[in-house]
T-cell receptor
Framework: DTGVSQNPRHKITKRGQNVTFRCDPI?????LYWYRQTLGQGPEFLTY????????KSRLLSDRFSAERPKGSFSTLEIQRTEQGDSAMYLC?????????FGQGTRLTVV | QQQVKQSPQSLIVQKGGISIINCAYE??????FPWYQQFPGKGPALLIA?????SEKKEGRFTISFNKSAKQFSLHIMDSQPGDSATYFC??????????FGTGTRLQVFP
């Protein structure tokens, strides 16, 4: 499968714990995006990378959130000290500037 | 300036009928307008996208109509099928970066 891959698909964590998600984009896609989607809403932009450079971060991305794309290939999104309000679907997308393709997402539940 | 307004919120269509979903944007700098289909628990799947240099694009049963002066675009699904039952999101952005999504339309196609 050459699509965008996200792991894990589901994550249940206790409030206050740290979690990390991984995204593997479509190979040769130099742009990688993170979005968050809550139930009944459209995806909301969080941040994006061009190669290894993080070019923009949304105001939604608090200090507890950090994203990396160290070698310009896969990316990780870490949430520190999780809160119940962080419960959502975290989506990754990639593009070569022409079309944006999404992965299946990581469903985070904070209990 | 950054909103994308989508209507209707829900749509019920009989099999074989035409489904029409509308979106309006505000930012005249936007030049990429995709439509995504999302099934429960899955990531958004790119259906069809248009750029403002054309007024219509057709792929199979799916057509985007684009009105640059009115800042509106719409998705038409011809010969709607029960398998088309899903949530549809329009989006807009400058290229594929930082897409702004509509609030979604839940489509139900009955046999």
């Amino acid at each position: 499968d050459t699509g965008v891959s996200q792991n894990p698909r589901h994550k249940i964590t206790k409030r206050g714990q740290n979690v990390t998600f991984r995204c593997d984009p479509i190979s040769e896609h130099n742009r990688l995006y993170w979005y968050r989607q809550t139930l009944g809403q459209g995806p909301e932009f969080l941040t994006y990378f061009q190669n290894e450079a993080q070019l923009e971060k949304s105001r939604l991305l608090s200090d507890r959130f950090s994203a990396e794309r160290p070698k310009g290939s896969f990316s990780t999104l870490e949430i520190q000290r999780t809160e119940q309000g962080d419960s959502a679907m975290y989506l990754c997308a990639s593009s070569q500037r022409t079309e944006a393709f999404f992965g299946q997402g990581t469903r985070l539940t904070v209990v | 300036q950054q909103q994308v307004k989508q209507s209707p919120q829900s749509l019920i269509v009989q099999k074989g009928g035409i489904s029409i979903i509308n979106c309006a944007y505000e930012n005249t700098a936007f030049d990429y307008f995709p439509w995504y289909q999302q099934f429960p628990g899955k990531g958004p799947a790119l259906l069809i996208a248009i750029r403002p240099d054309v007024s219509e694009k057709k792929e199979g049963r799916f057509t985007i109509s684009f009105n640059k002066s009115a800042k509106q675009f719409s998705l038409h699904i011809m010969d709607s099928q029960p398998g088309d039952s899903a949530t549809y999101f329009c989006a807009a952005g400058r290229g594929t970066d930082k897409l702004i999504f509509g609030t979604g339309t839940r489509l139900q196609v009955f046999p």
